[in-house]
């Protein structure tokens, strides 16, 4: 016959094993990112319901843009997100970021700089209609300007977002030739 205490001391060795050996459990949560502190490693992410959910980067932790394999800097506000995270003393740390954005790349081919609003058209020759947002990121040629200093011609990578049925432009990176002065 087992004497209940050793039937117990089993029990508790057999619960220390499956505690100590299962891994940590993670979750998971979809929305938008809306704040990245990329210098700190955090970021904020505000769900369908618009819950906003504050989270750390893992220093390993993965992070995926488009199915790319990227860096925190690379994310931006807007991306549609999927996180897996832990929650570690009352916090929540991400161990994985997969990140979706909407792009397309083509030529510039007219700019309304005082109604922040352009067409571009894509290699396939399809005309896209966009709104700058007032808070939207302008790069030509790797430095950060604004609206006014695009031109038609330039080739540019627009990021967008749908908005009541209009595209709404957050990052615009465009390139030029440049021209030597003599």
């Given amino acids: 016959m087992i004497r209940p205490q050793k039937l117990w001391l089993g029990v508790l060795a057999l619960a220390m094993i499956l505690v100590l050996t299962s891994p940590a459990f993670a979750d998971e ?5 809306t704040s990245i502190d990329q210098d700190n490693y955090q970021f904020v992410l505000t769900d369908q319901e618009g819950a906003e959910w504050q989270f750390s980067l893992l220093l390993t932790g993965q992070v995926l843009v488009n ?20 929650l570690d003393e009352e916090r929540m740390v991400a161990t994985h970021i997969i990140a979706t954005r909407e792009e397309v790349r083509g030529i510039l081919t007219s700019i309304d700089q005082d109604n922040y609003q352009f067409v571009m058209t894509d290699q396939e020759g399809t005309e896209w209609q966009f709104s700058l947002l007032l808070t939207g990121q302008v790069l030509v040629n790797g430095e950060e300007r604004d609206i006014s200093d695009l031109r038609p011609g330039d ?8 908005d009541e049925e209009r595209m709404v432009a957050t990052h615009i990176i ?7 002065q003599r």
């Fill in 29 to 33: 949560a979809k929305g938008v990112l």
């Fill in 67 to 86: 199915g790319d394999e990227r860096d925190i800097s690379d994310l931006r506000p807007g991306d549609n997100a999927t996180i897996t995270f832990e």
């Fill in 155 to 162: 080739n540019a990578t627009i990021t967008f977002q749908l």
């Fill in 174 to 180: 465009a390139t030029r030739e440049v021209v030597a």
